[in-house]
């Protein structure tokens, strides 16, 4: 059921986190077009991680908090394609002679993370924390809270790209719309975004050229194991392909537990894909959780939403 929420709930809010997220969206949204569904305001790319990231290191430039530290990040969520729009920043001033090196930091902090664990590893409770904090957000907009904003990768127009991140305004049914780049960006916020744009458009093309082959659609229609169809797409751009398997459960252990412990029982349906699905029902509070590893499937049901 990891990649057939339509079979089951079509109206499910469906957010990515896994890698090569610039190409997957569209392979999603693309899929959901063939089975007739428009899920374009439903289809999202995790994209906070990126926001995350950037308070954090802001944070630790200017020697403050890094609540005090947000700014829009925009674009994609691989390397350059990944623009933090310091300018933006309200609490405090970086010198322009700091910025390409943050703004370098910022794309290329998940390097970061692979080389402080020597090769043995990838981000881990930054992506939990980033997925818990963006869904119960999800959760809070669908609960009817108003004017709930957070970043993501979805299907916009901009300028040539068809899927670009931004803010987004979030609401009951999804993404109510996405918010506009600020007028006023500098140059070399500018200069990043031009050179952003044509690799964000050939690999959403990519996606899309990928979701149009009949072994894909045919693996997603007979609930086919998705893991070799992915390892293609993977080598295709030159990413490891752990990170389409679990990778062990460390970080969705830690994301289980934010998810539970703050879940709200009245949720209809949520699912949040990569290698784990949960799907949250009305009223009873249990949550469903379907992992997959290494081909092996097994599945935990807690009737409890504080477990």
């Given at each position: 059921?990891?990649?057939?929420?339509?079979?089951?709930?079509?109206?499910?809010?469906?957010?990515?986190?896994?890698?090569?997220?610039?190409?997957?969206?569209?392979?999603?949204?693309?899929?959901?077009?063939?089975?007739?569904?428009?899920?374009?305001?439903?289809?999202?790319?995790?994209?906070?991680?990126?926001?995350?990231?950037?308070?954090?290191?802001?944070?630790?430039?200017?020697?403050?908090?890094?609540?005090?530290?947000?700014?829009?990040?925009?674009?994609?969520?691989?390397?350059?394609?990944?623009?933090?729009?310091?300018?933006?920043?309200?609490?405090?001033?970086?010198?322009?002679?700091?910025?390409?090196?943050?703004?370098?930091?910022?794309?290329?902090?998940?390097?970061e993370v692979v080389m402080a664990k020597e090769g043995c590893g990838s981000a881990t409770?930054?992506?939990?924390?980033?997925?818990?904090?963006?869904?119960?957000?999800?959760?809070?907009?669908?609960?009817?809270?108003?004017?709930?904003?957070?970043?993501?990768?979805?299907?916009?127009?901009?300028?040539?790209?068809?899927?670009?991140?931004?803010?987004?305004?979030?609401?009951?049914?999804?993404?109510?719309?996405?918010?506009?780049?600020?007028?006023?960006?500098?140059?070399?916020?500018?200069?990043?975004?031009?050179?952003?744009?044509?690799?964000?458009?050939?690999?959403?093309?990519?996606?899309?050229?990928?979701?149009?082959?009949?072994?894909?659609?045919?693996?997603?229609?007979?609930?086919?194991?998705?893991?070799?169809?992915?390892?293609?797409?993977?080598?295709?751009?030159?990413?490891?392909?752990h990170d389409f398997s679990l990778g062990g459960l460390q970080w969705w252990s830690s994301?289980?537990?934010?998810?539970?412990?703050?879940?709200?029982?009245?949720?209809?349906?949520?699912?949040?894909?990569?290698?784990?699905?949960?799907?949250?029902?009305?009223?009873?509070?249990?949550?469903?959780?379907?992992?997959?590893?290494?081909?092996?499937?097994?599945?935990?049901?807690?009737?409890?939403?504080?477990?």
């Amino acid at each position: 059921m990891l990649l057939f929420p339509f079979r089951y709930c079509p109206d499910a809010m469906i957010l990515l986190i896994t890698n090569p997220l610039n190409s997957l969206v569209p392979v999603y949204d693309k899929v959901y077009k063939r089975m007739g569904i428009d899920a374009g305001r439903k289809i999202i790319g995790l994209t906070i991680l990126d926001t995350i990231r950037s308070a954090t290191f802001i944070g630790e430039y200017l020697g403050i908090s890094p609540d005090f530290c947000s700014i829009p990040v925009v674009g994609g969520h691989a390397g350059t394609t990944i623009i933090p729009l310091l300018s933006q920043l309200q609490s405090g001033y970086i010198s322009e002679i700091d910025v390409p090196g943050i703004t370098k930091r910022i794309q290329y902090a998940g390097d970061e993370v692979v080389m402080a664990k020597e090769g043995c590893g990838s981000a881990t409770l930054s992506m939990a924390y980033a997925a818990a904090s963006f869904t119960m957000s999800v959760l809070r907009a669908m609960d009817g809270e108003a004017n709930v904003i957070e970043p993501g990768f979805v299907r916009q127009n901009y300028r040539e790209c068809k899927y670009f991140s931004s803010l987004l305004r979030l609401g009951m049914n999804g993404v109510e719309e996405p918010i506009p780049l600020p007028k006023r960006l500098t140059s070399f916020e500018k200069k990043e975004l031009n050179a952003a744009i044509p690799i964000l458009v050939q690999q959403a093309e990519k996606g899309i050229e990928y979701a149009n082959n009949a072994d894909l659609y045919n693996c997603f229609i007979r609930k086919q194991s998705h893991r070799s169809s992915f390892e293609r797409l993977t080598k295709d751009n030159k990413l490891p392909t752990h990170d389409f398997s679990l990778g062990g459960l460390q970080w969705w252990s830690s994301l289980y537990r934010c998810l539970i412990q703050n879940s709200l029982p009245h949720t209809s349906h949520l699912y949040v894909l990569t290698s784990v699905s949960f799907s949250l029902h009305p009223g009873t509070g249990q949550c469903r959780t379907t992992f997959f590893k290494l081909g092996l499937q097994w599945n935990r049901t807690c009737s409890s939403i504080y477990a």
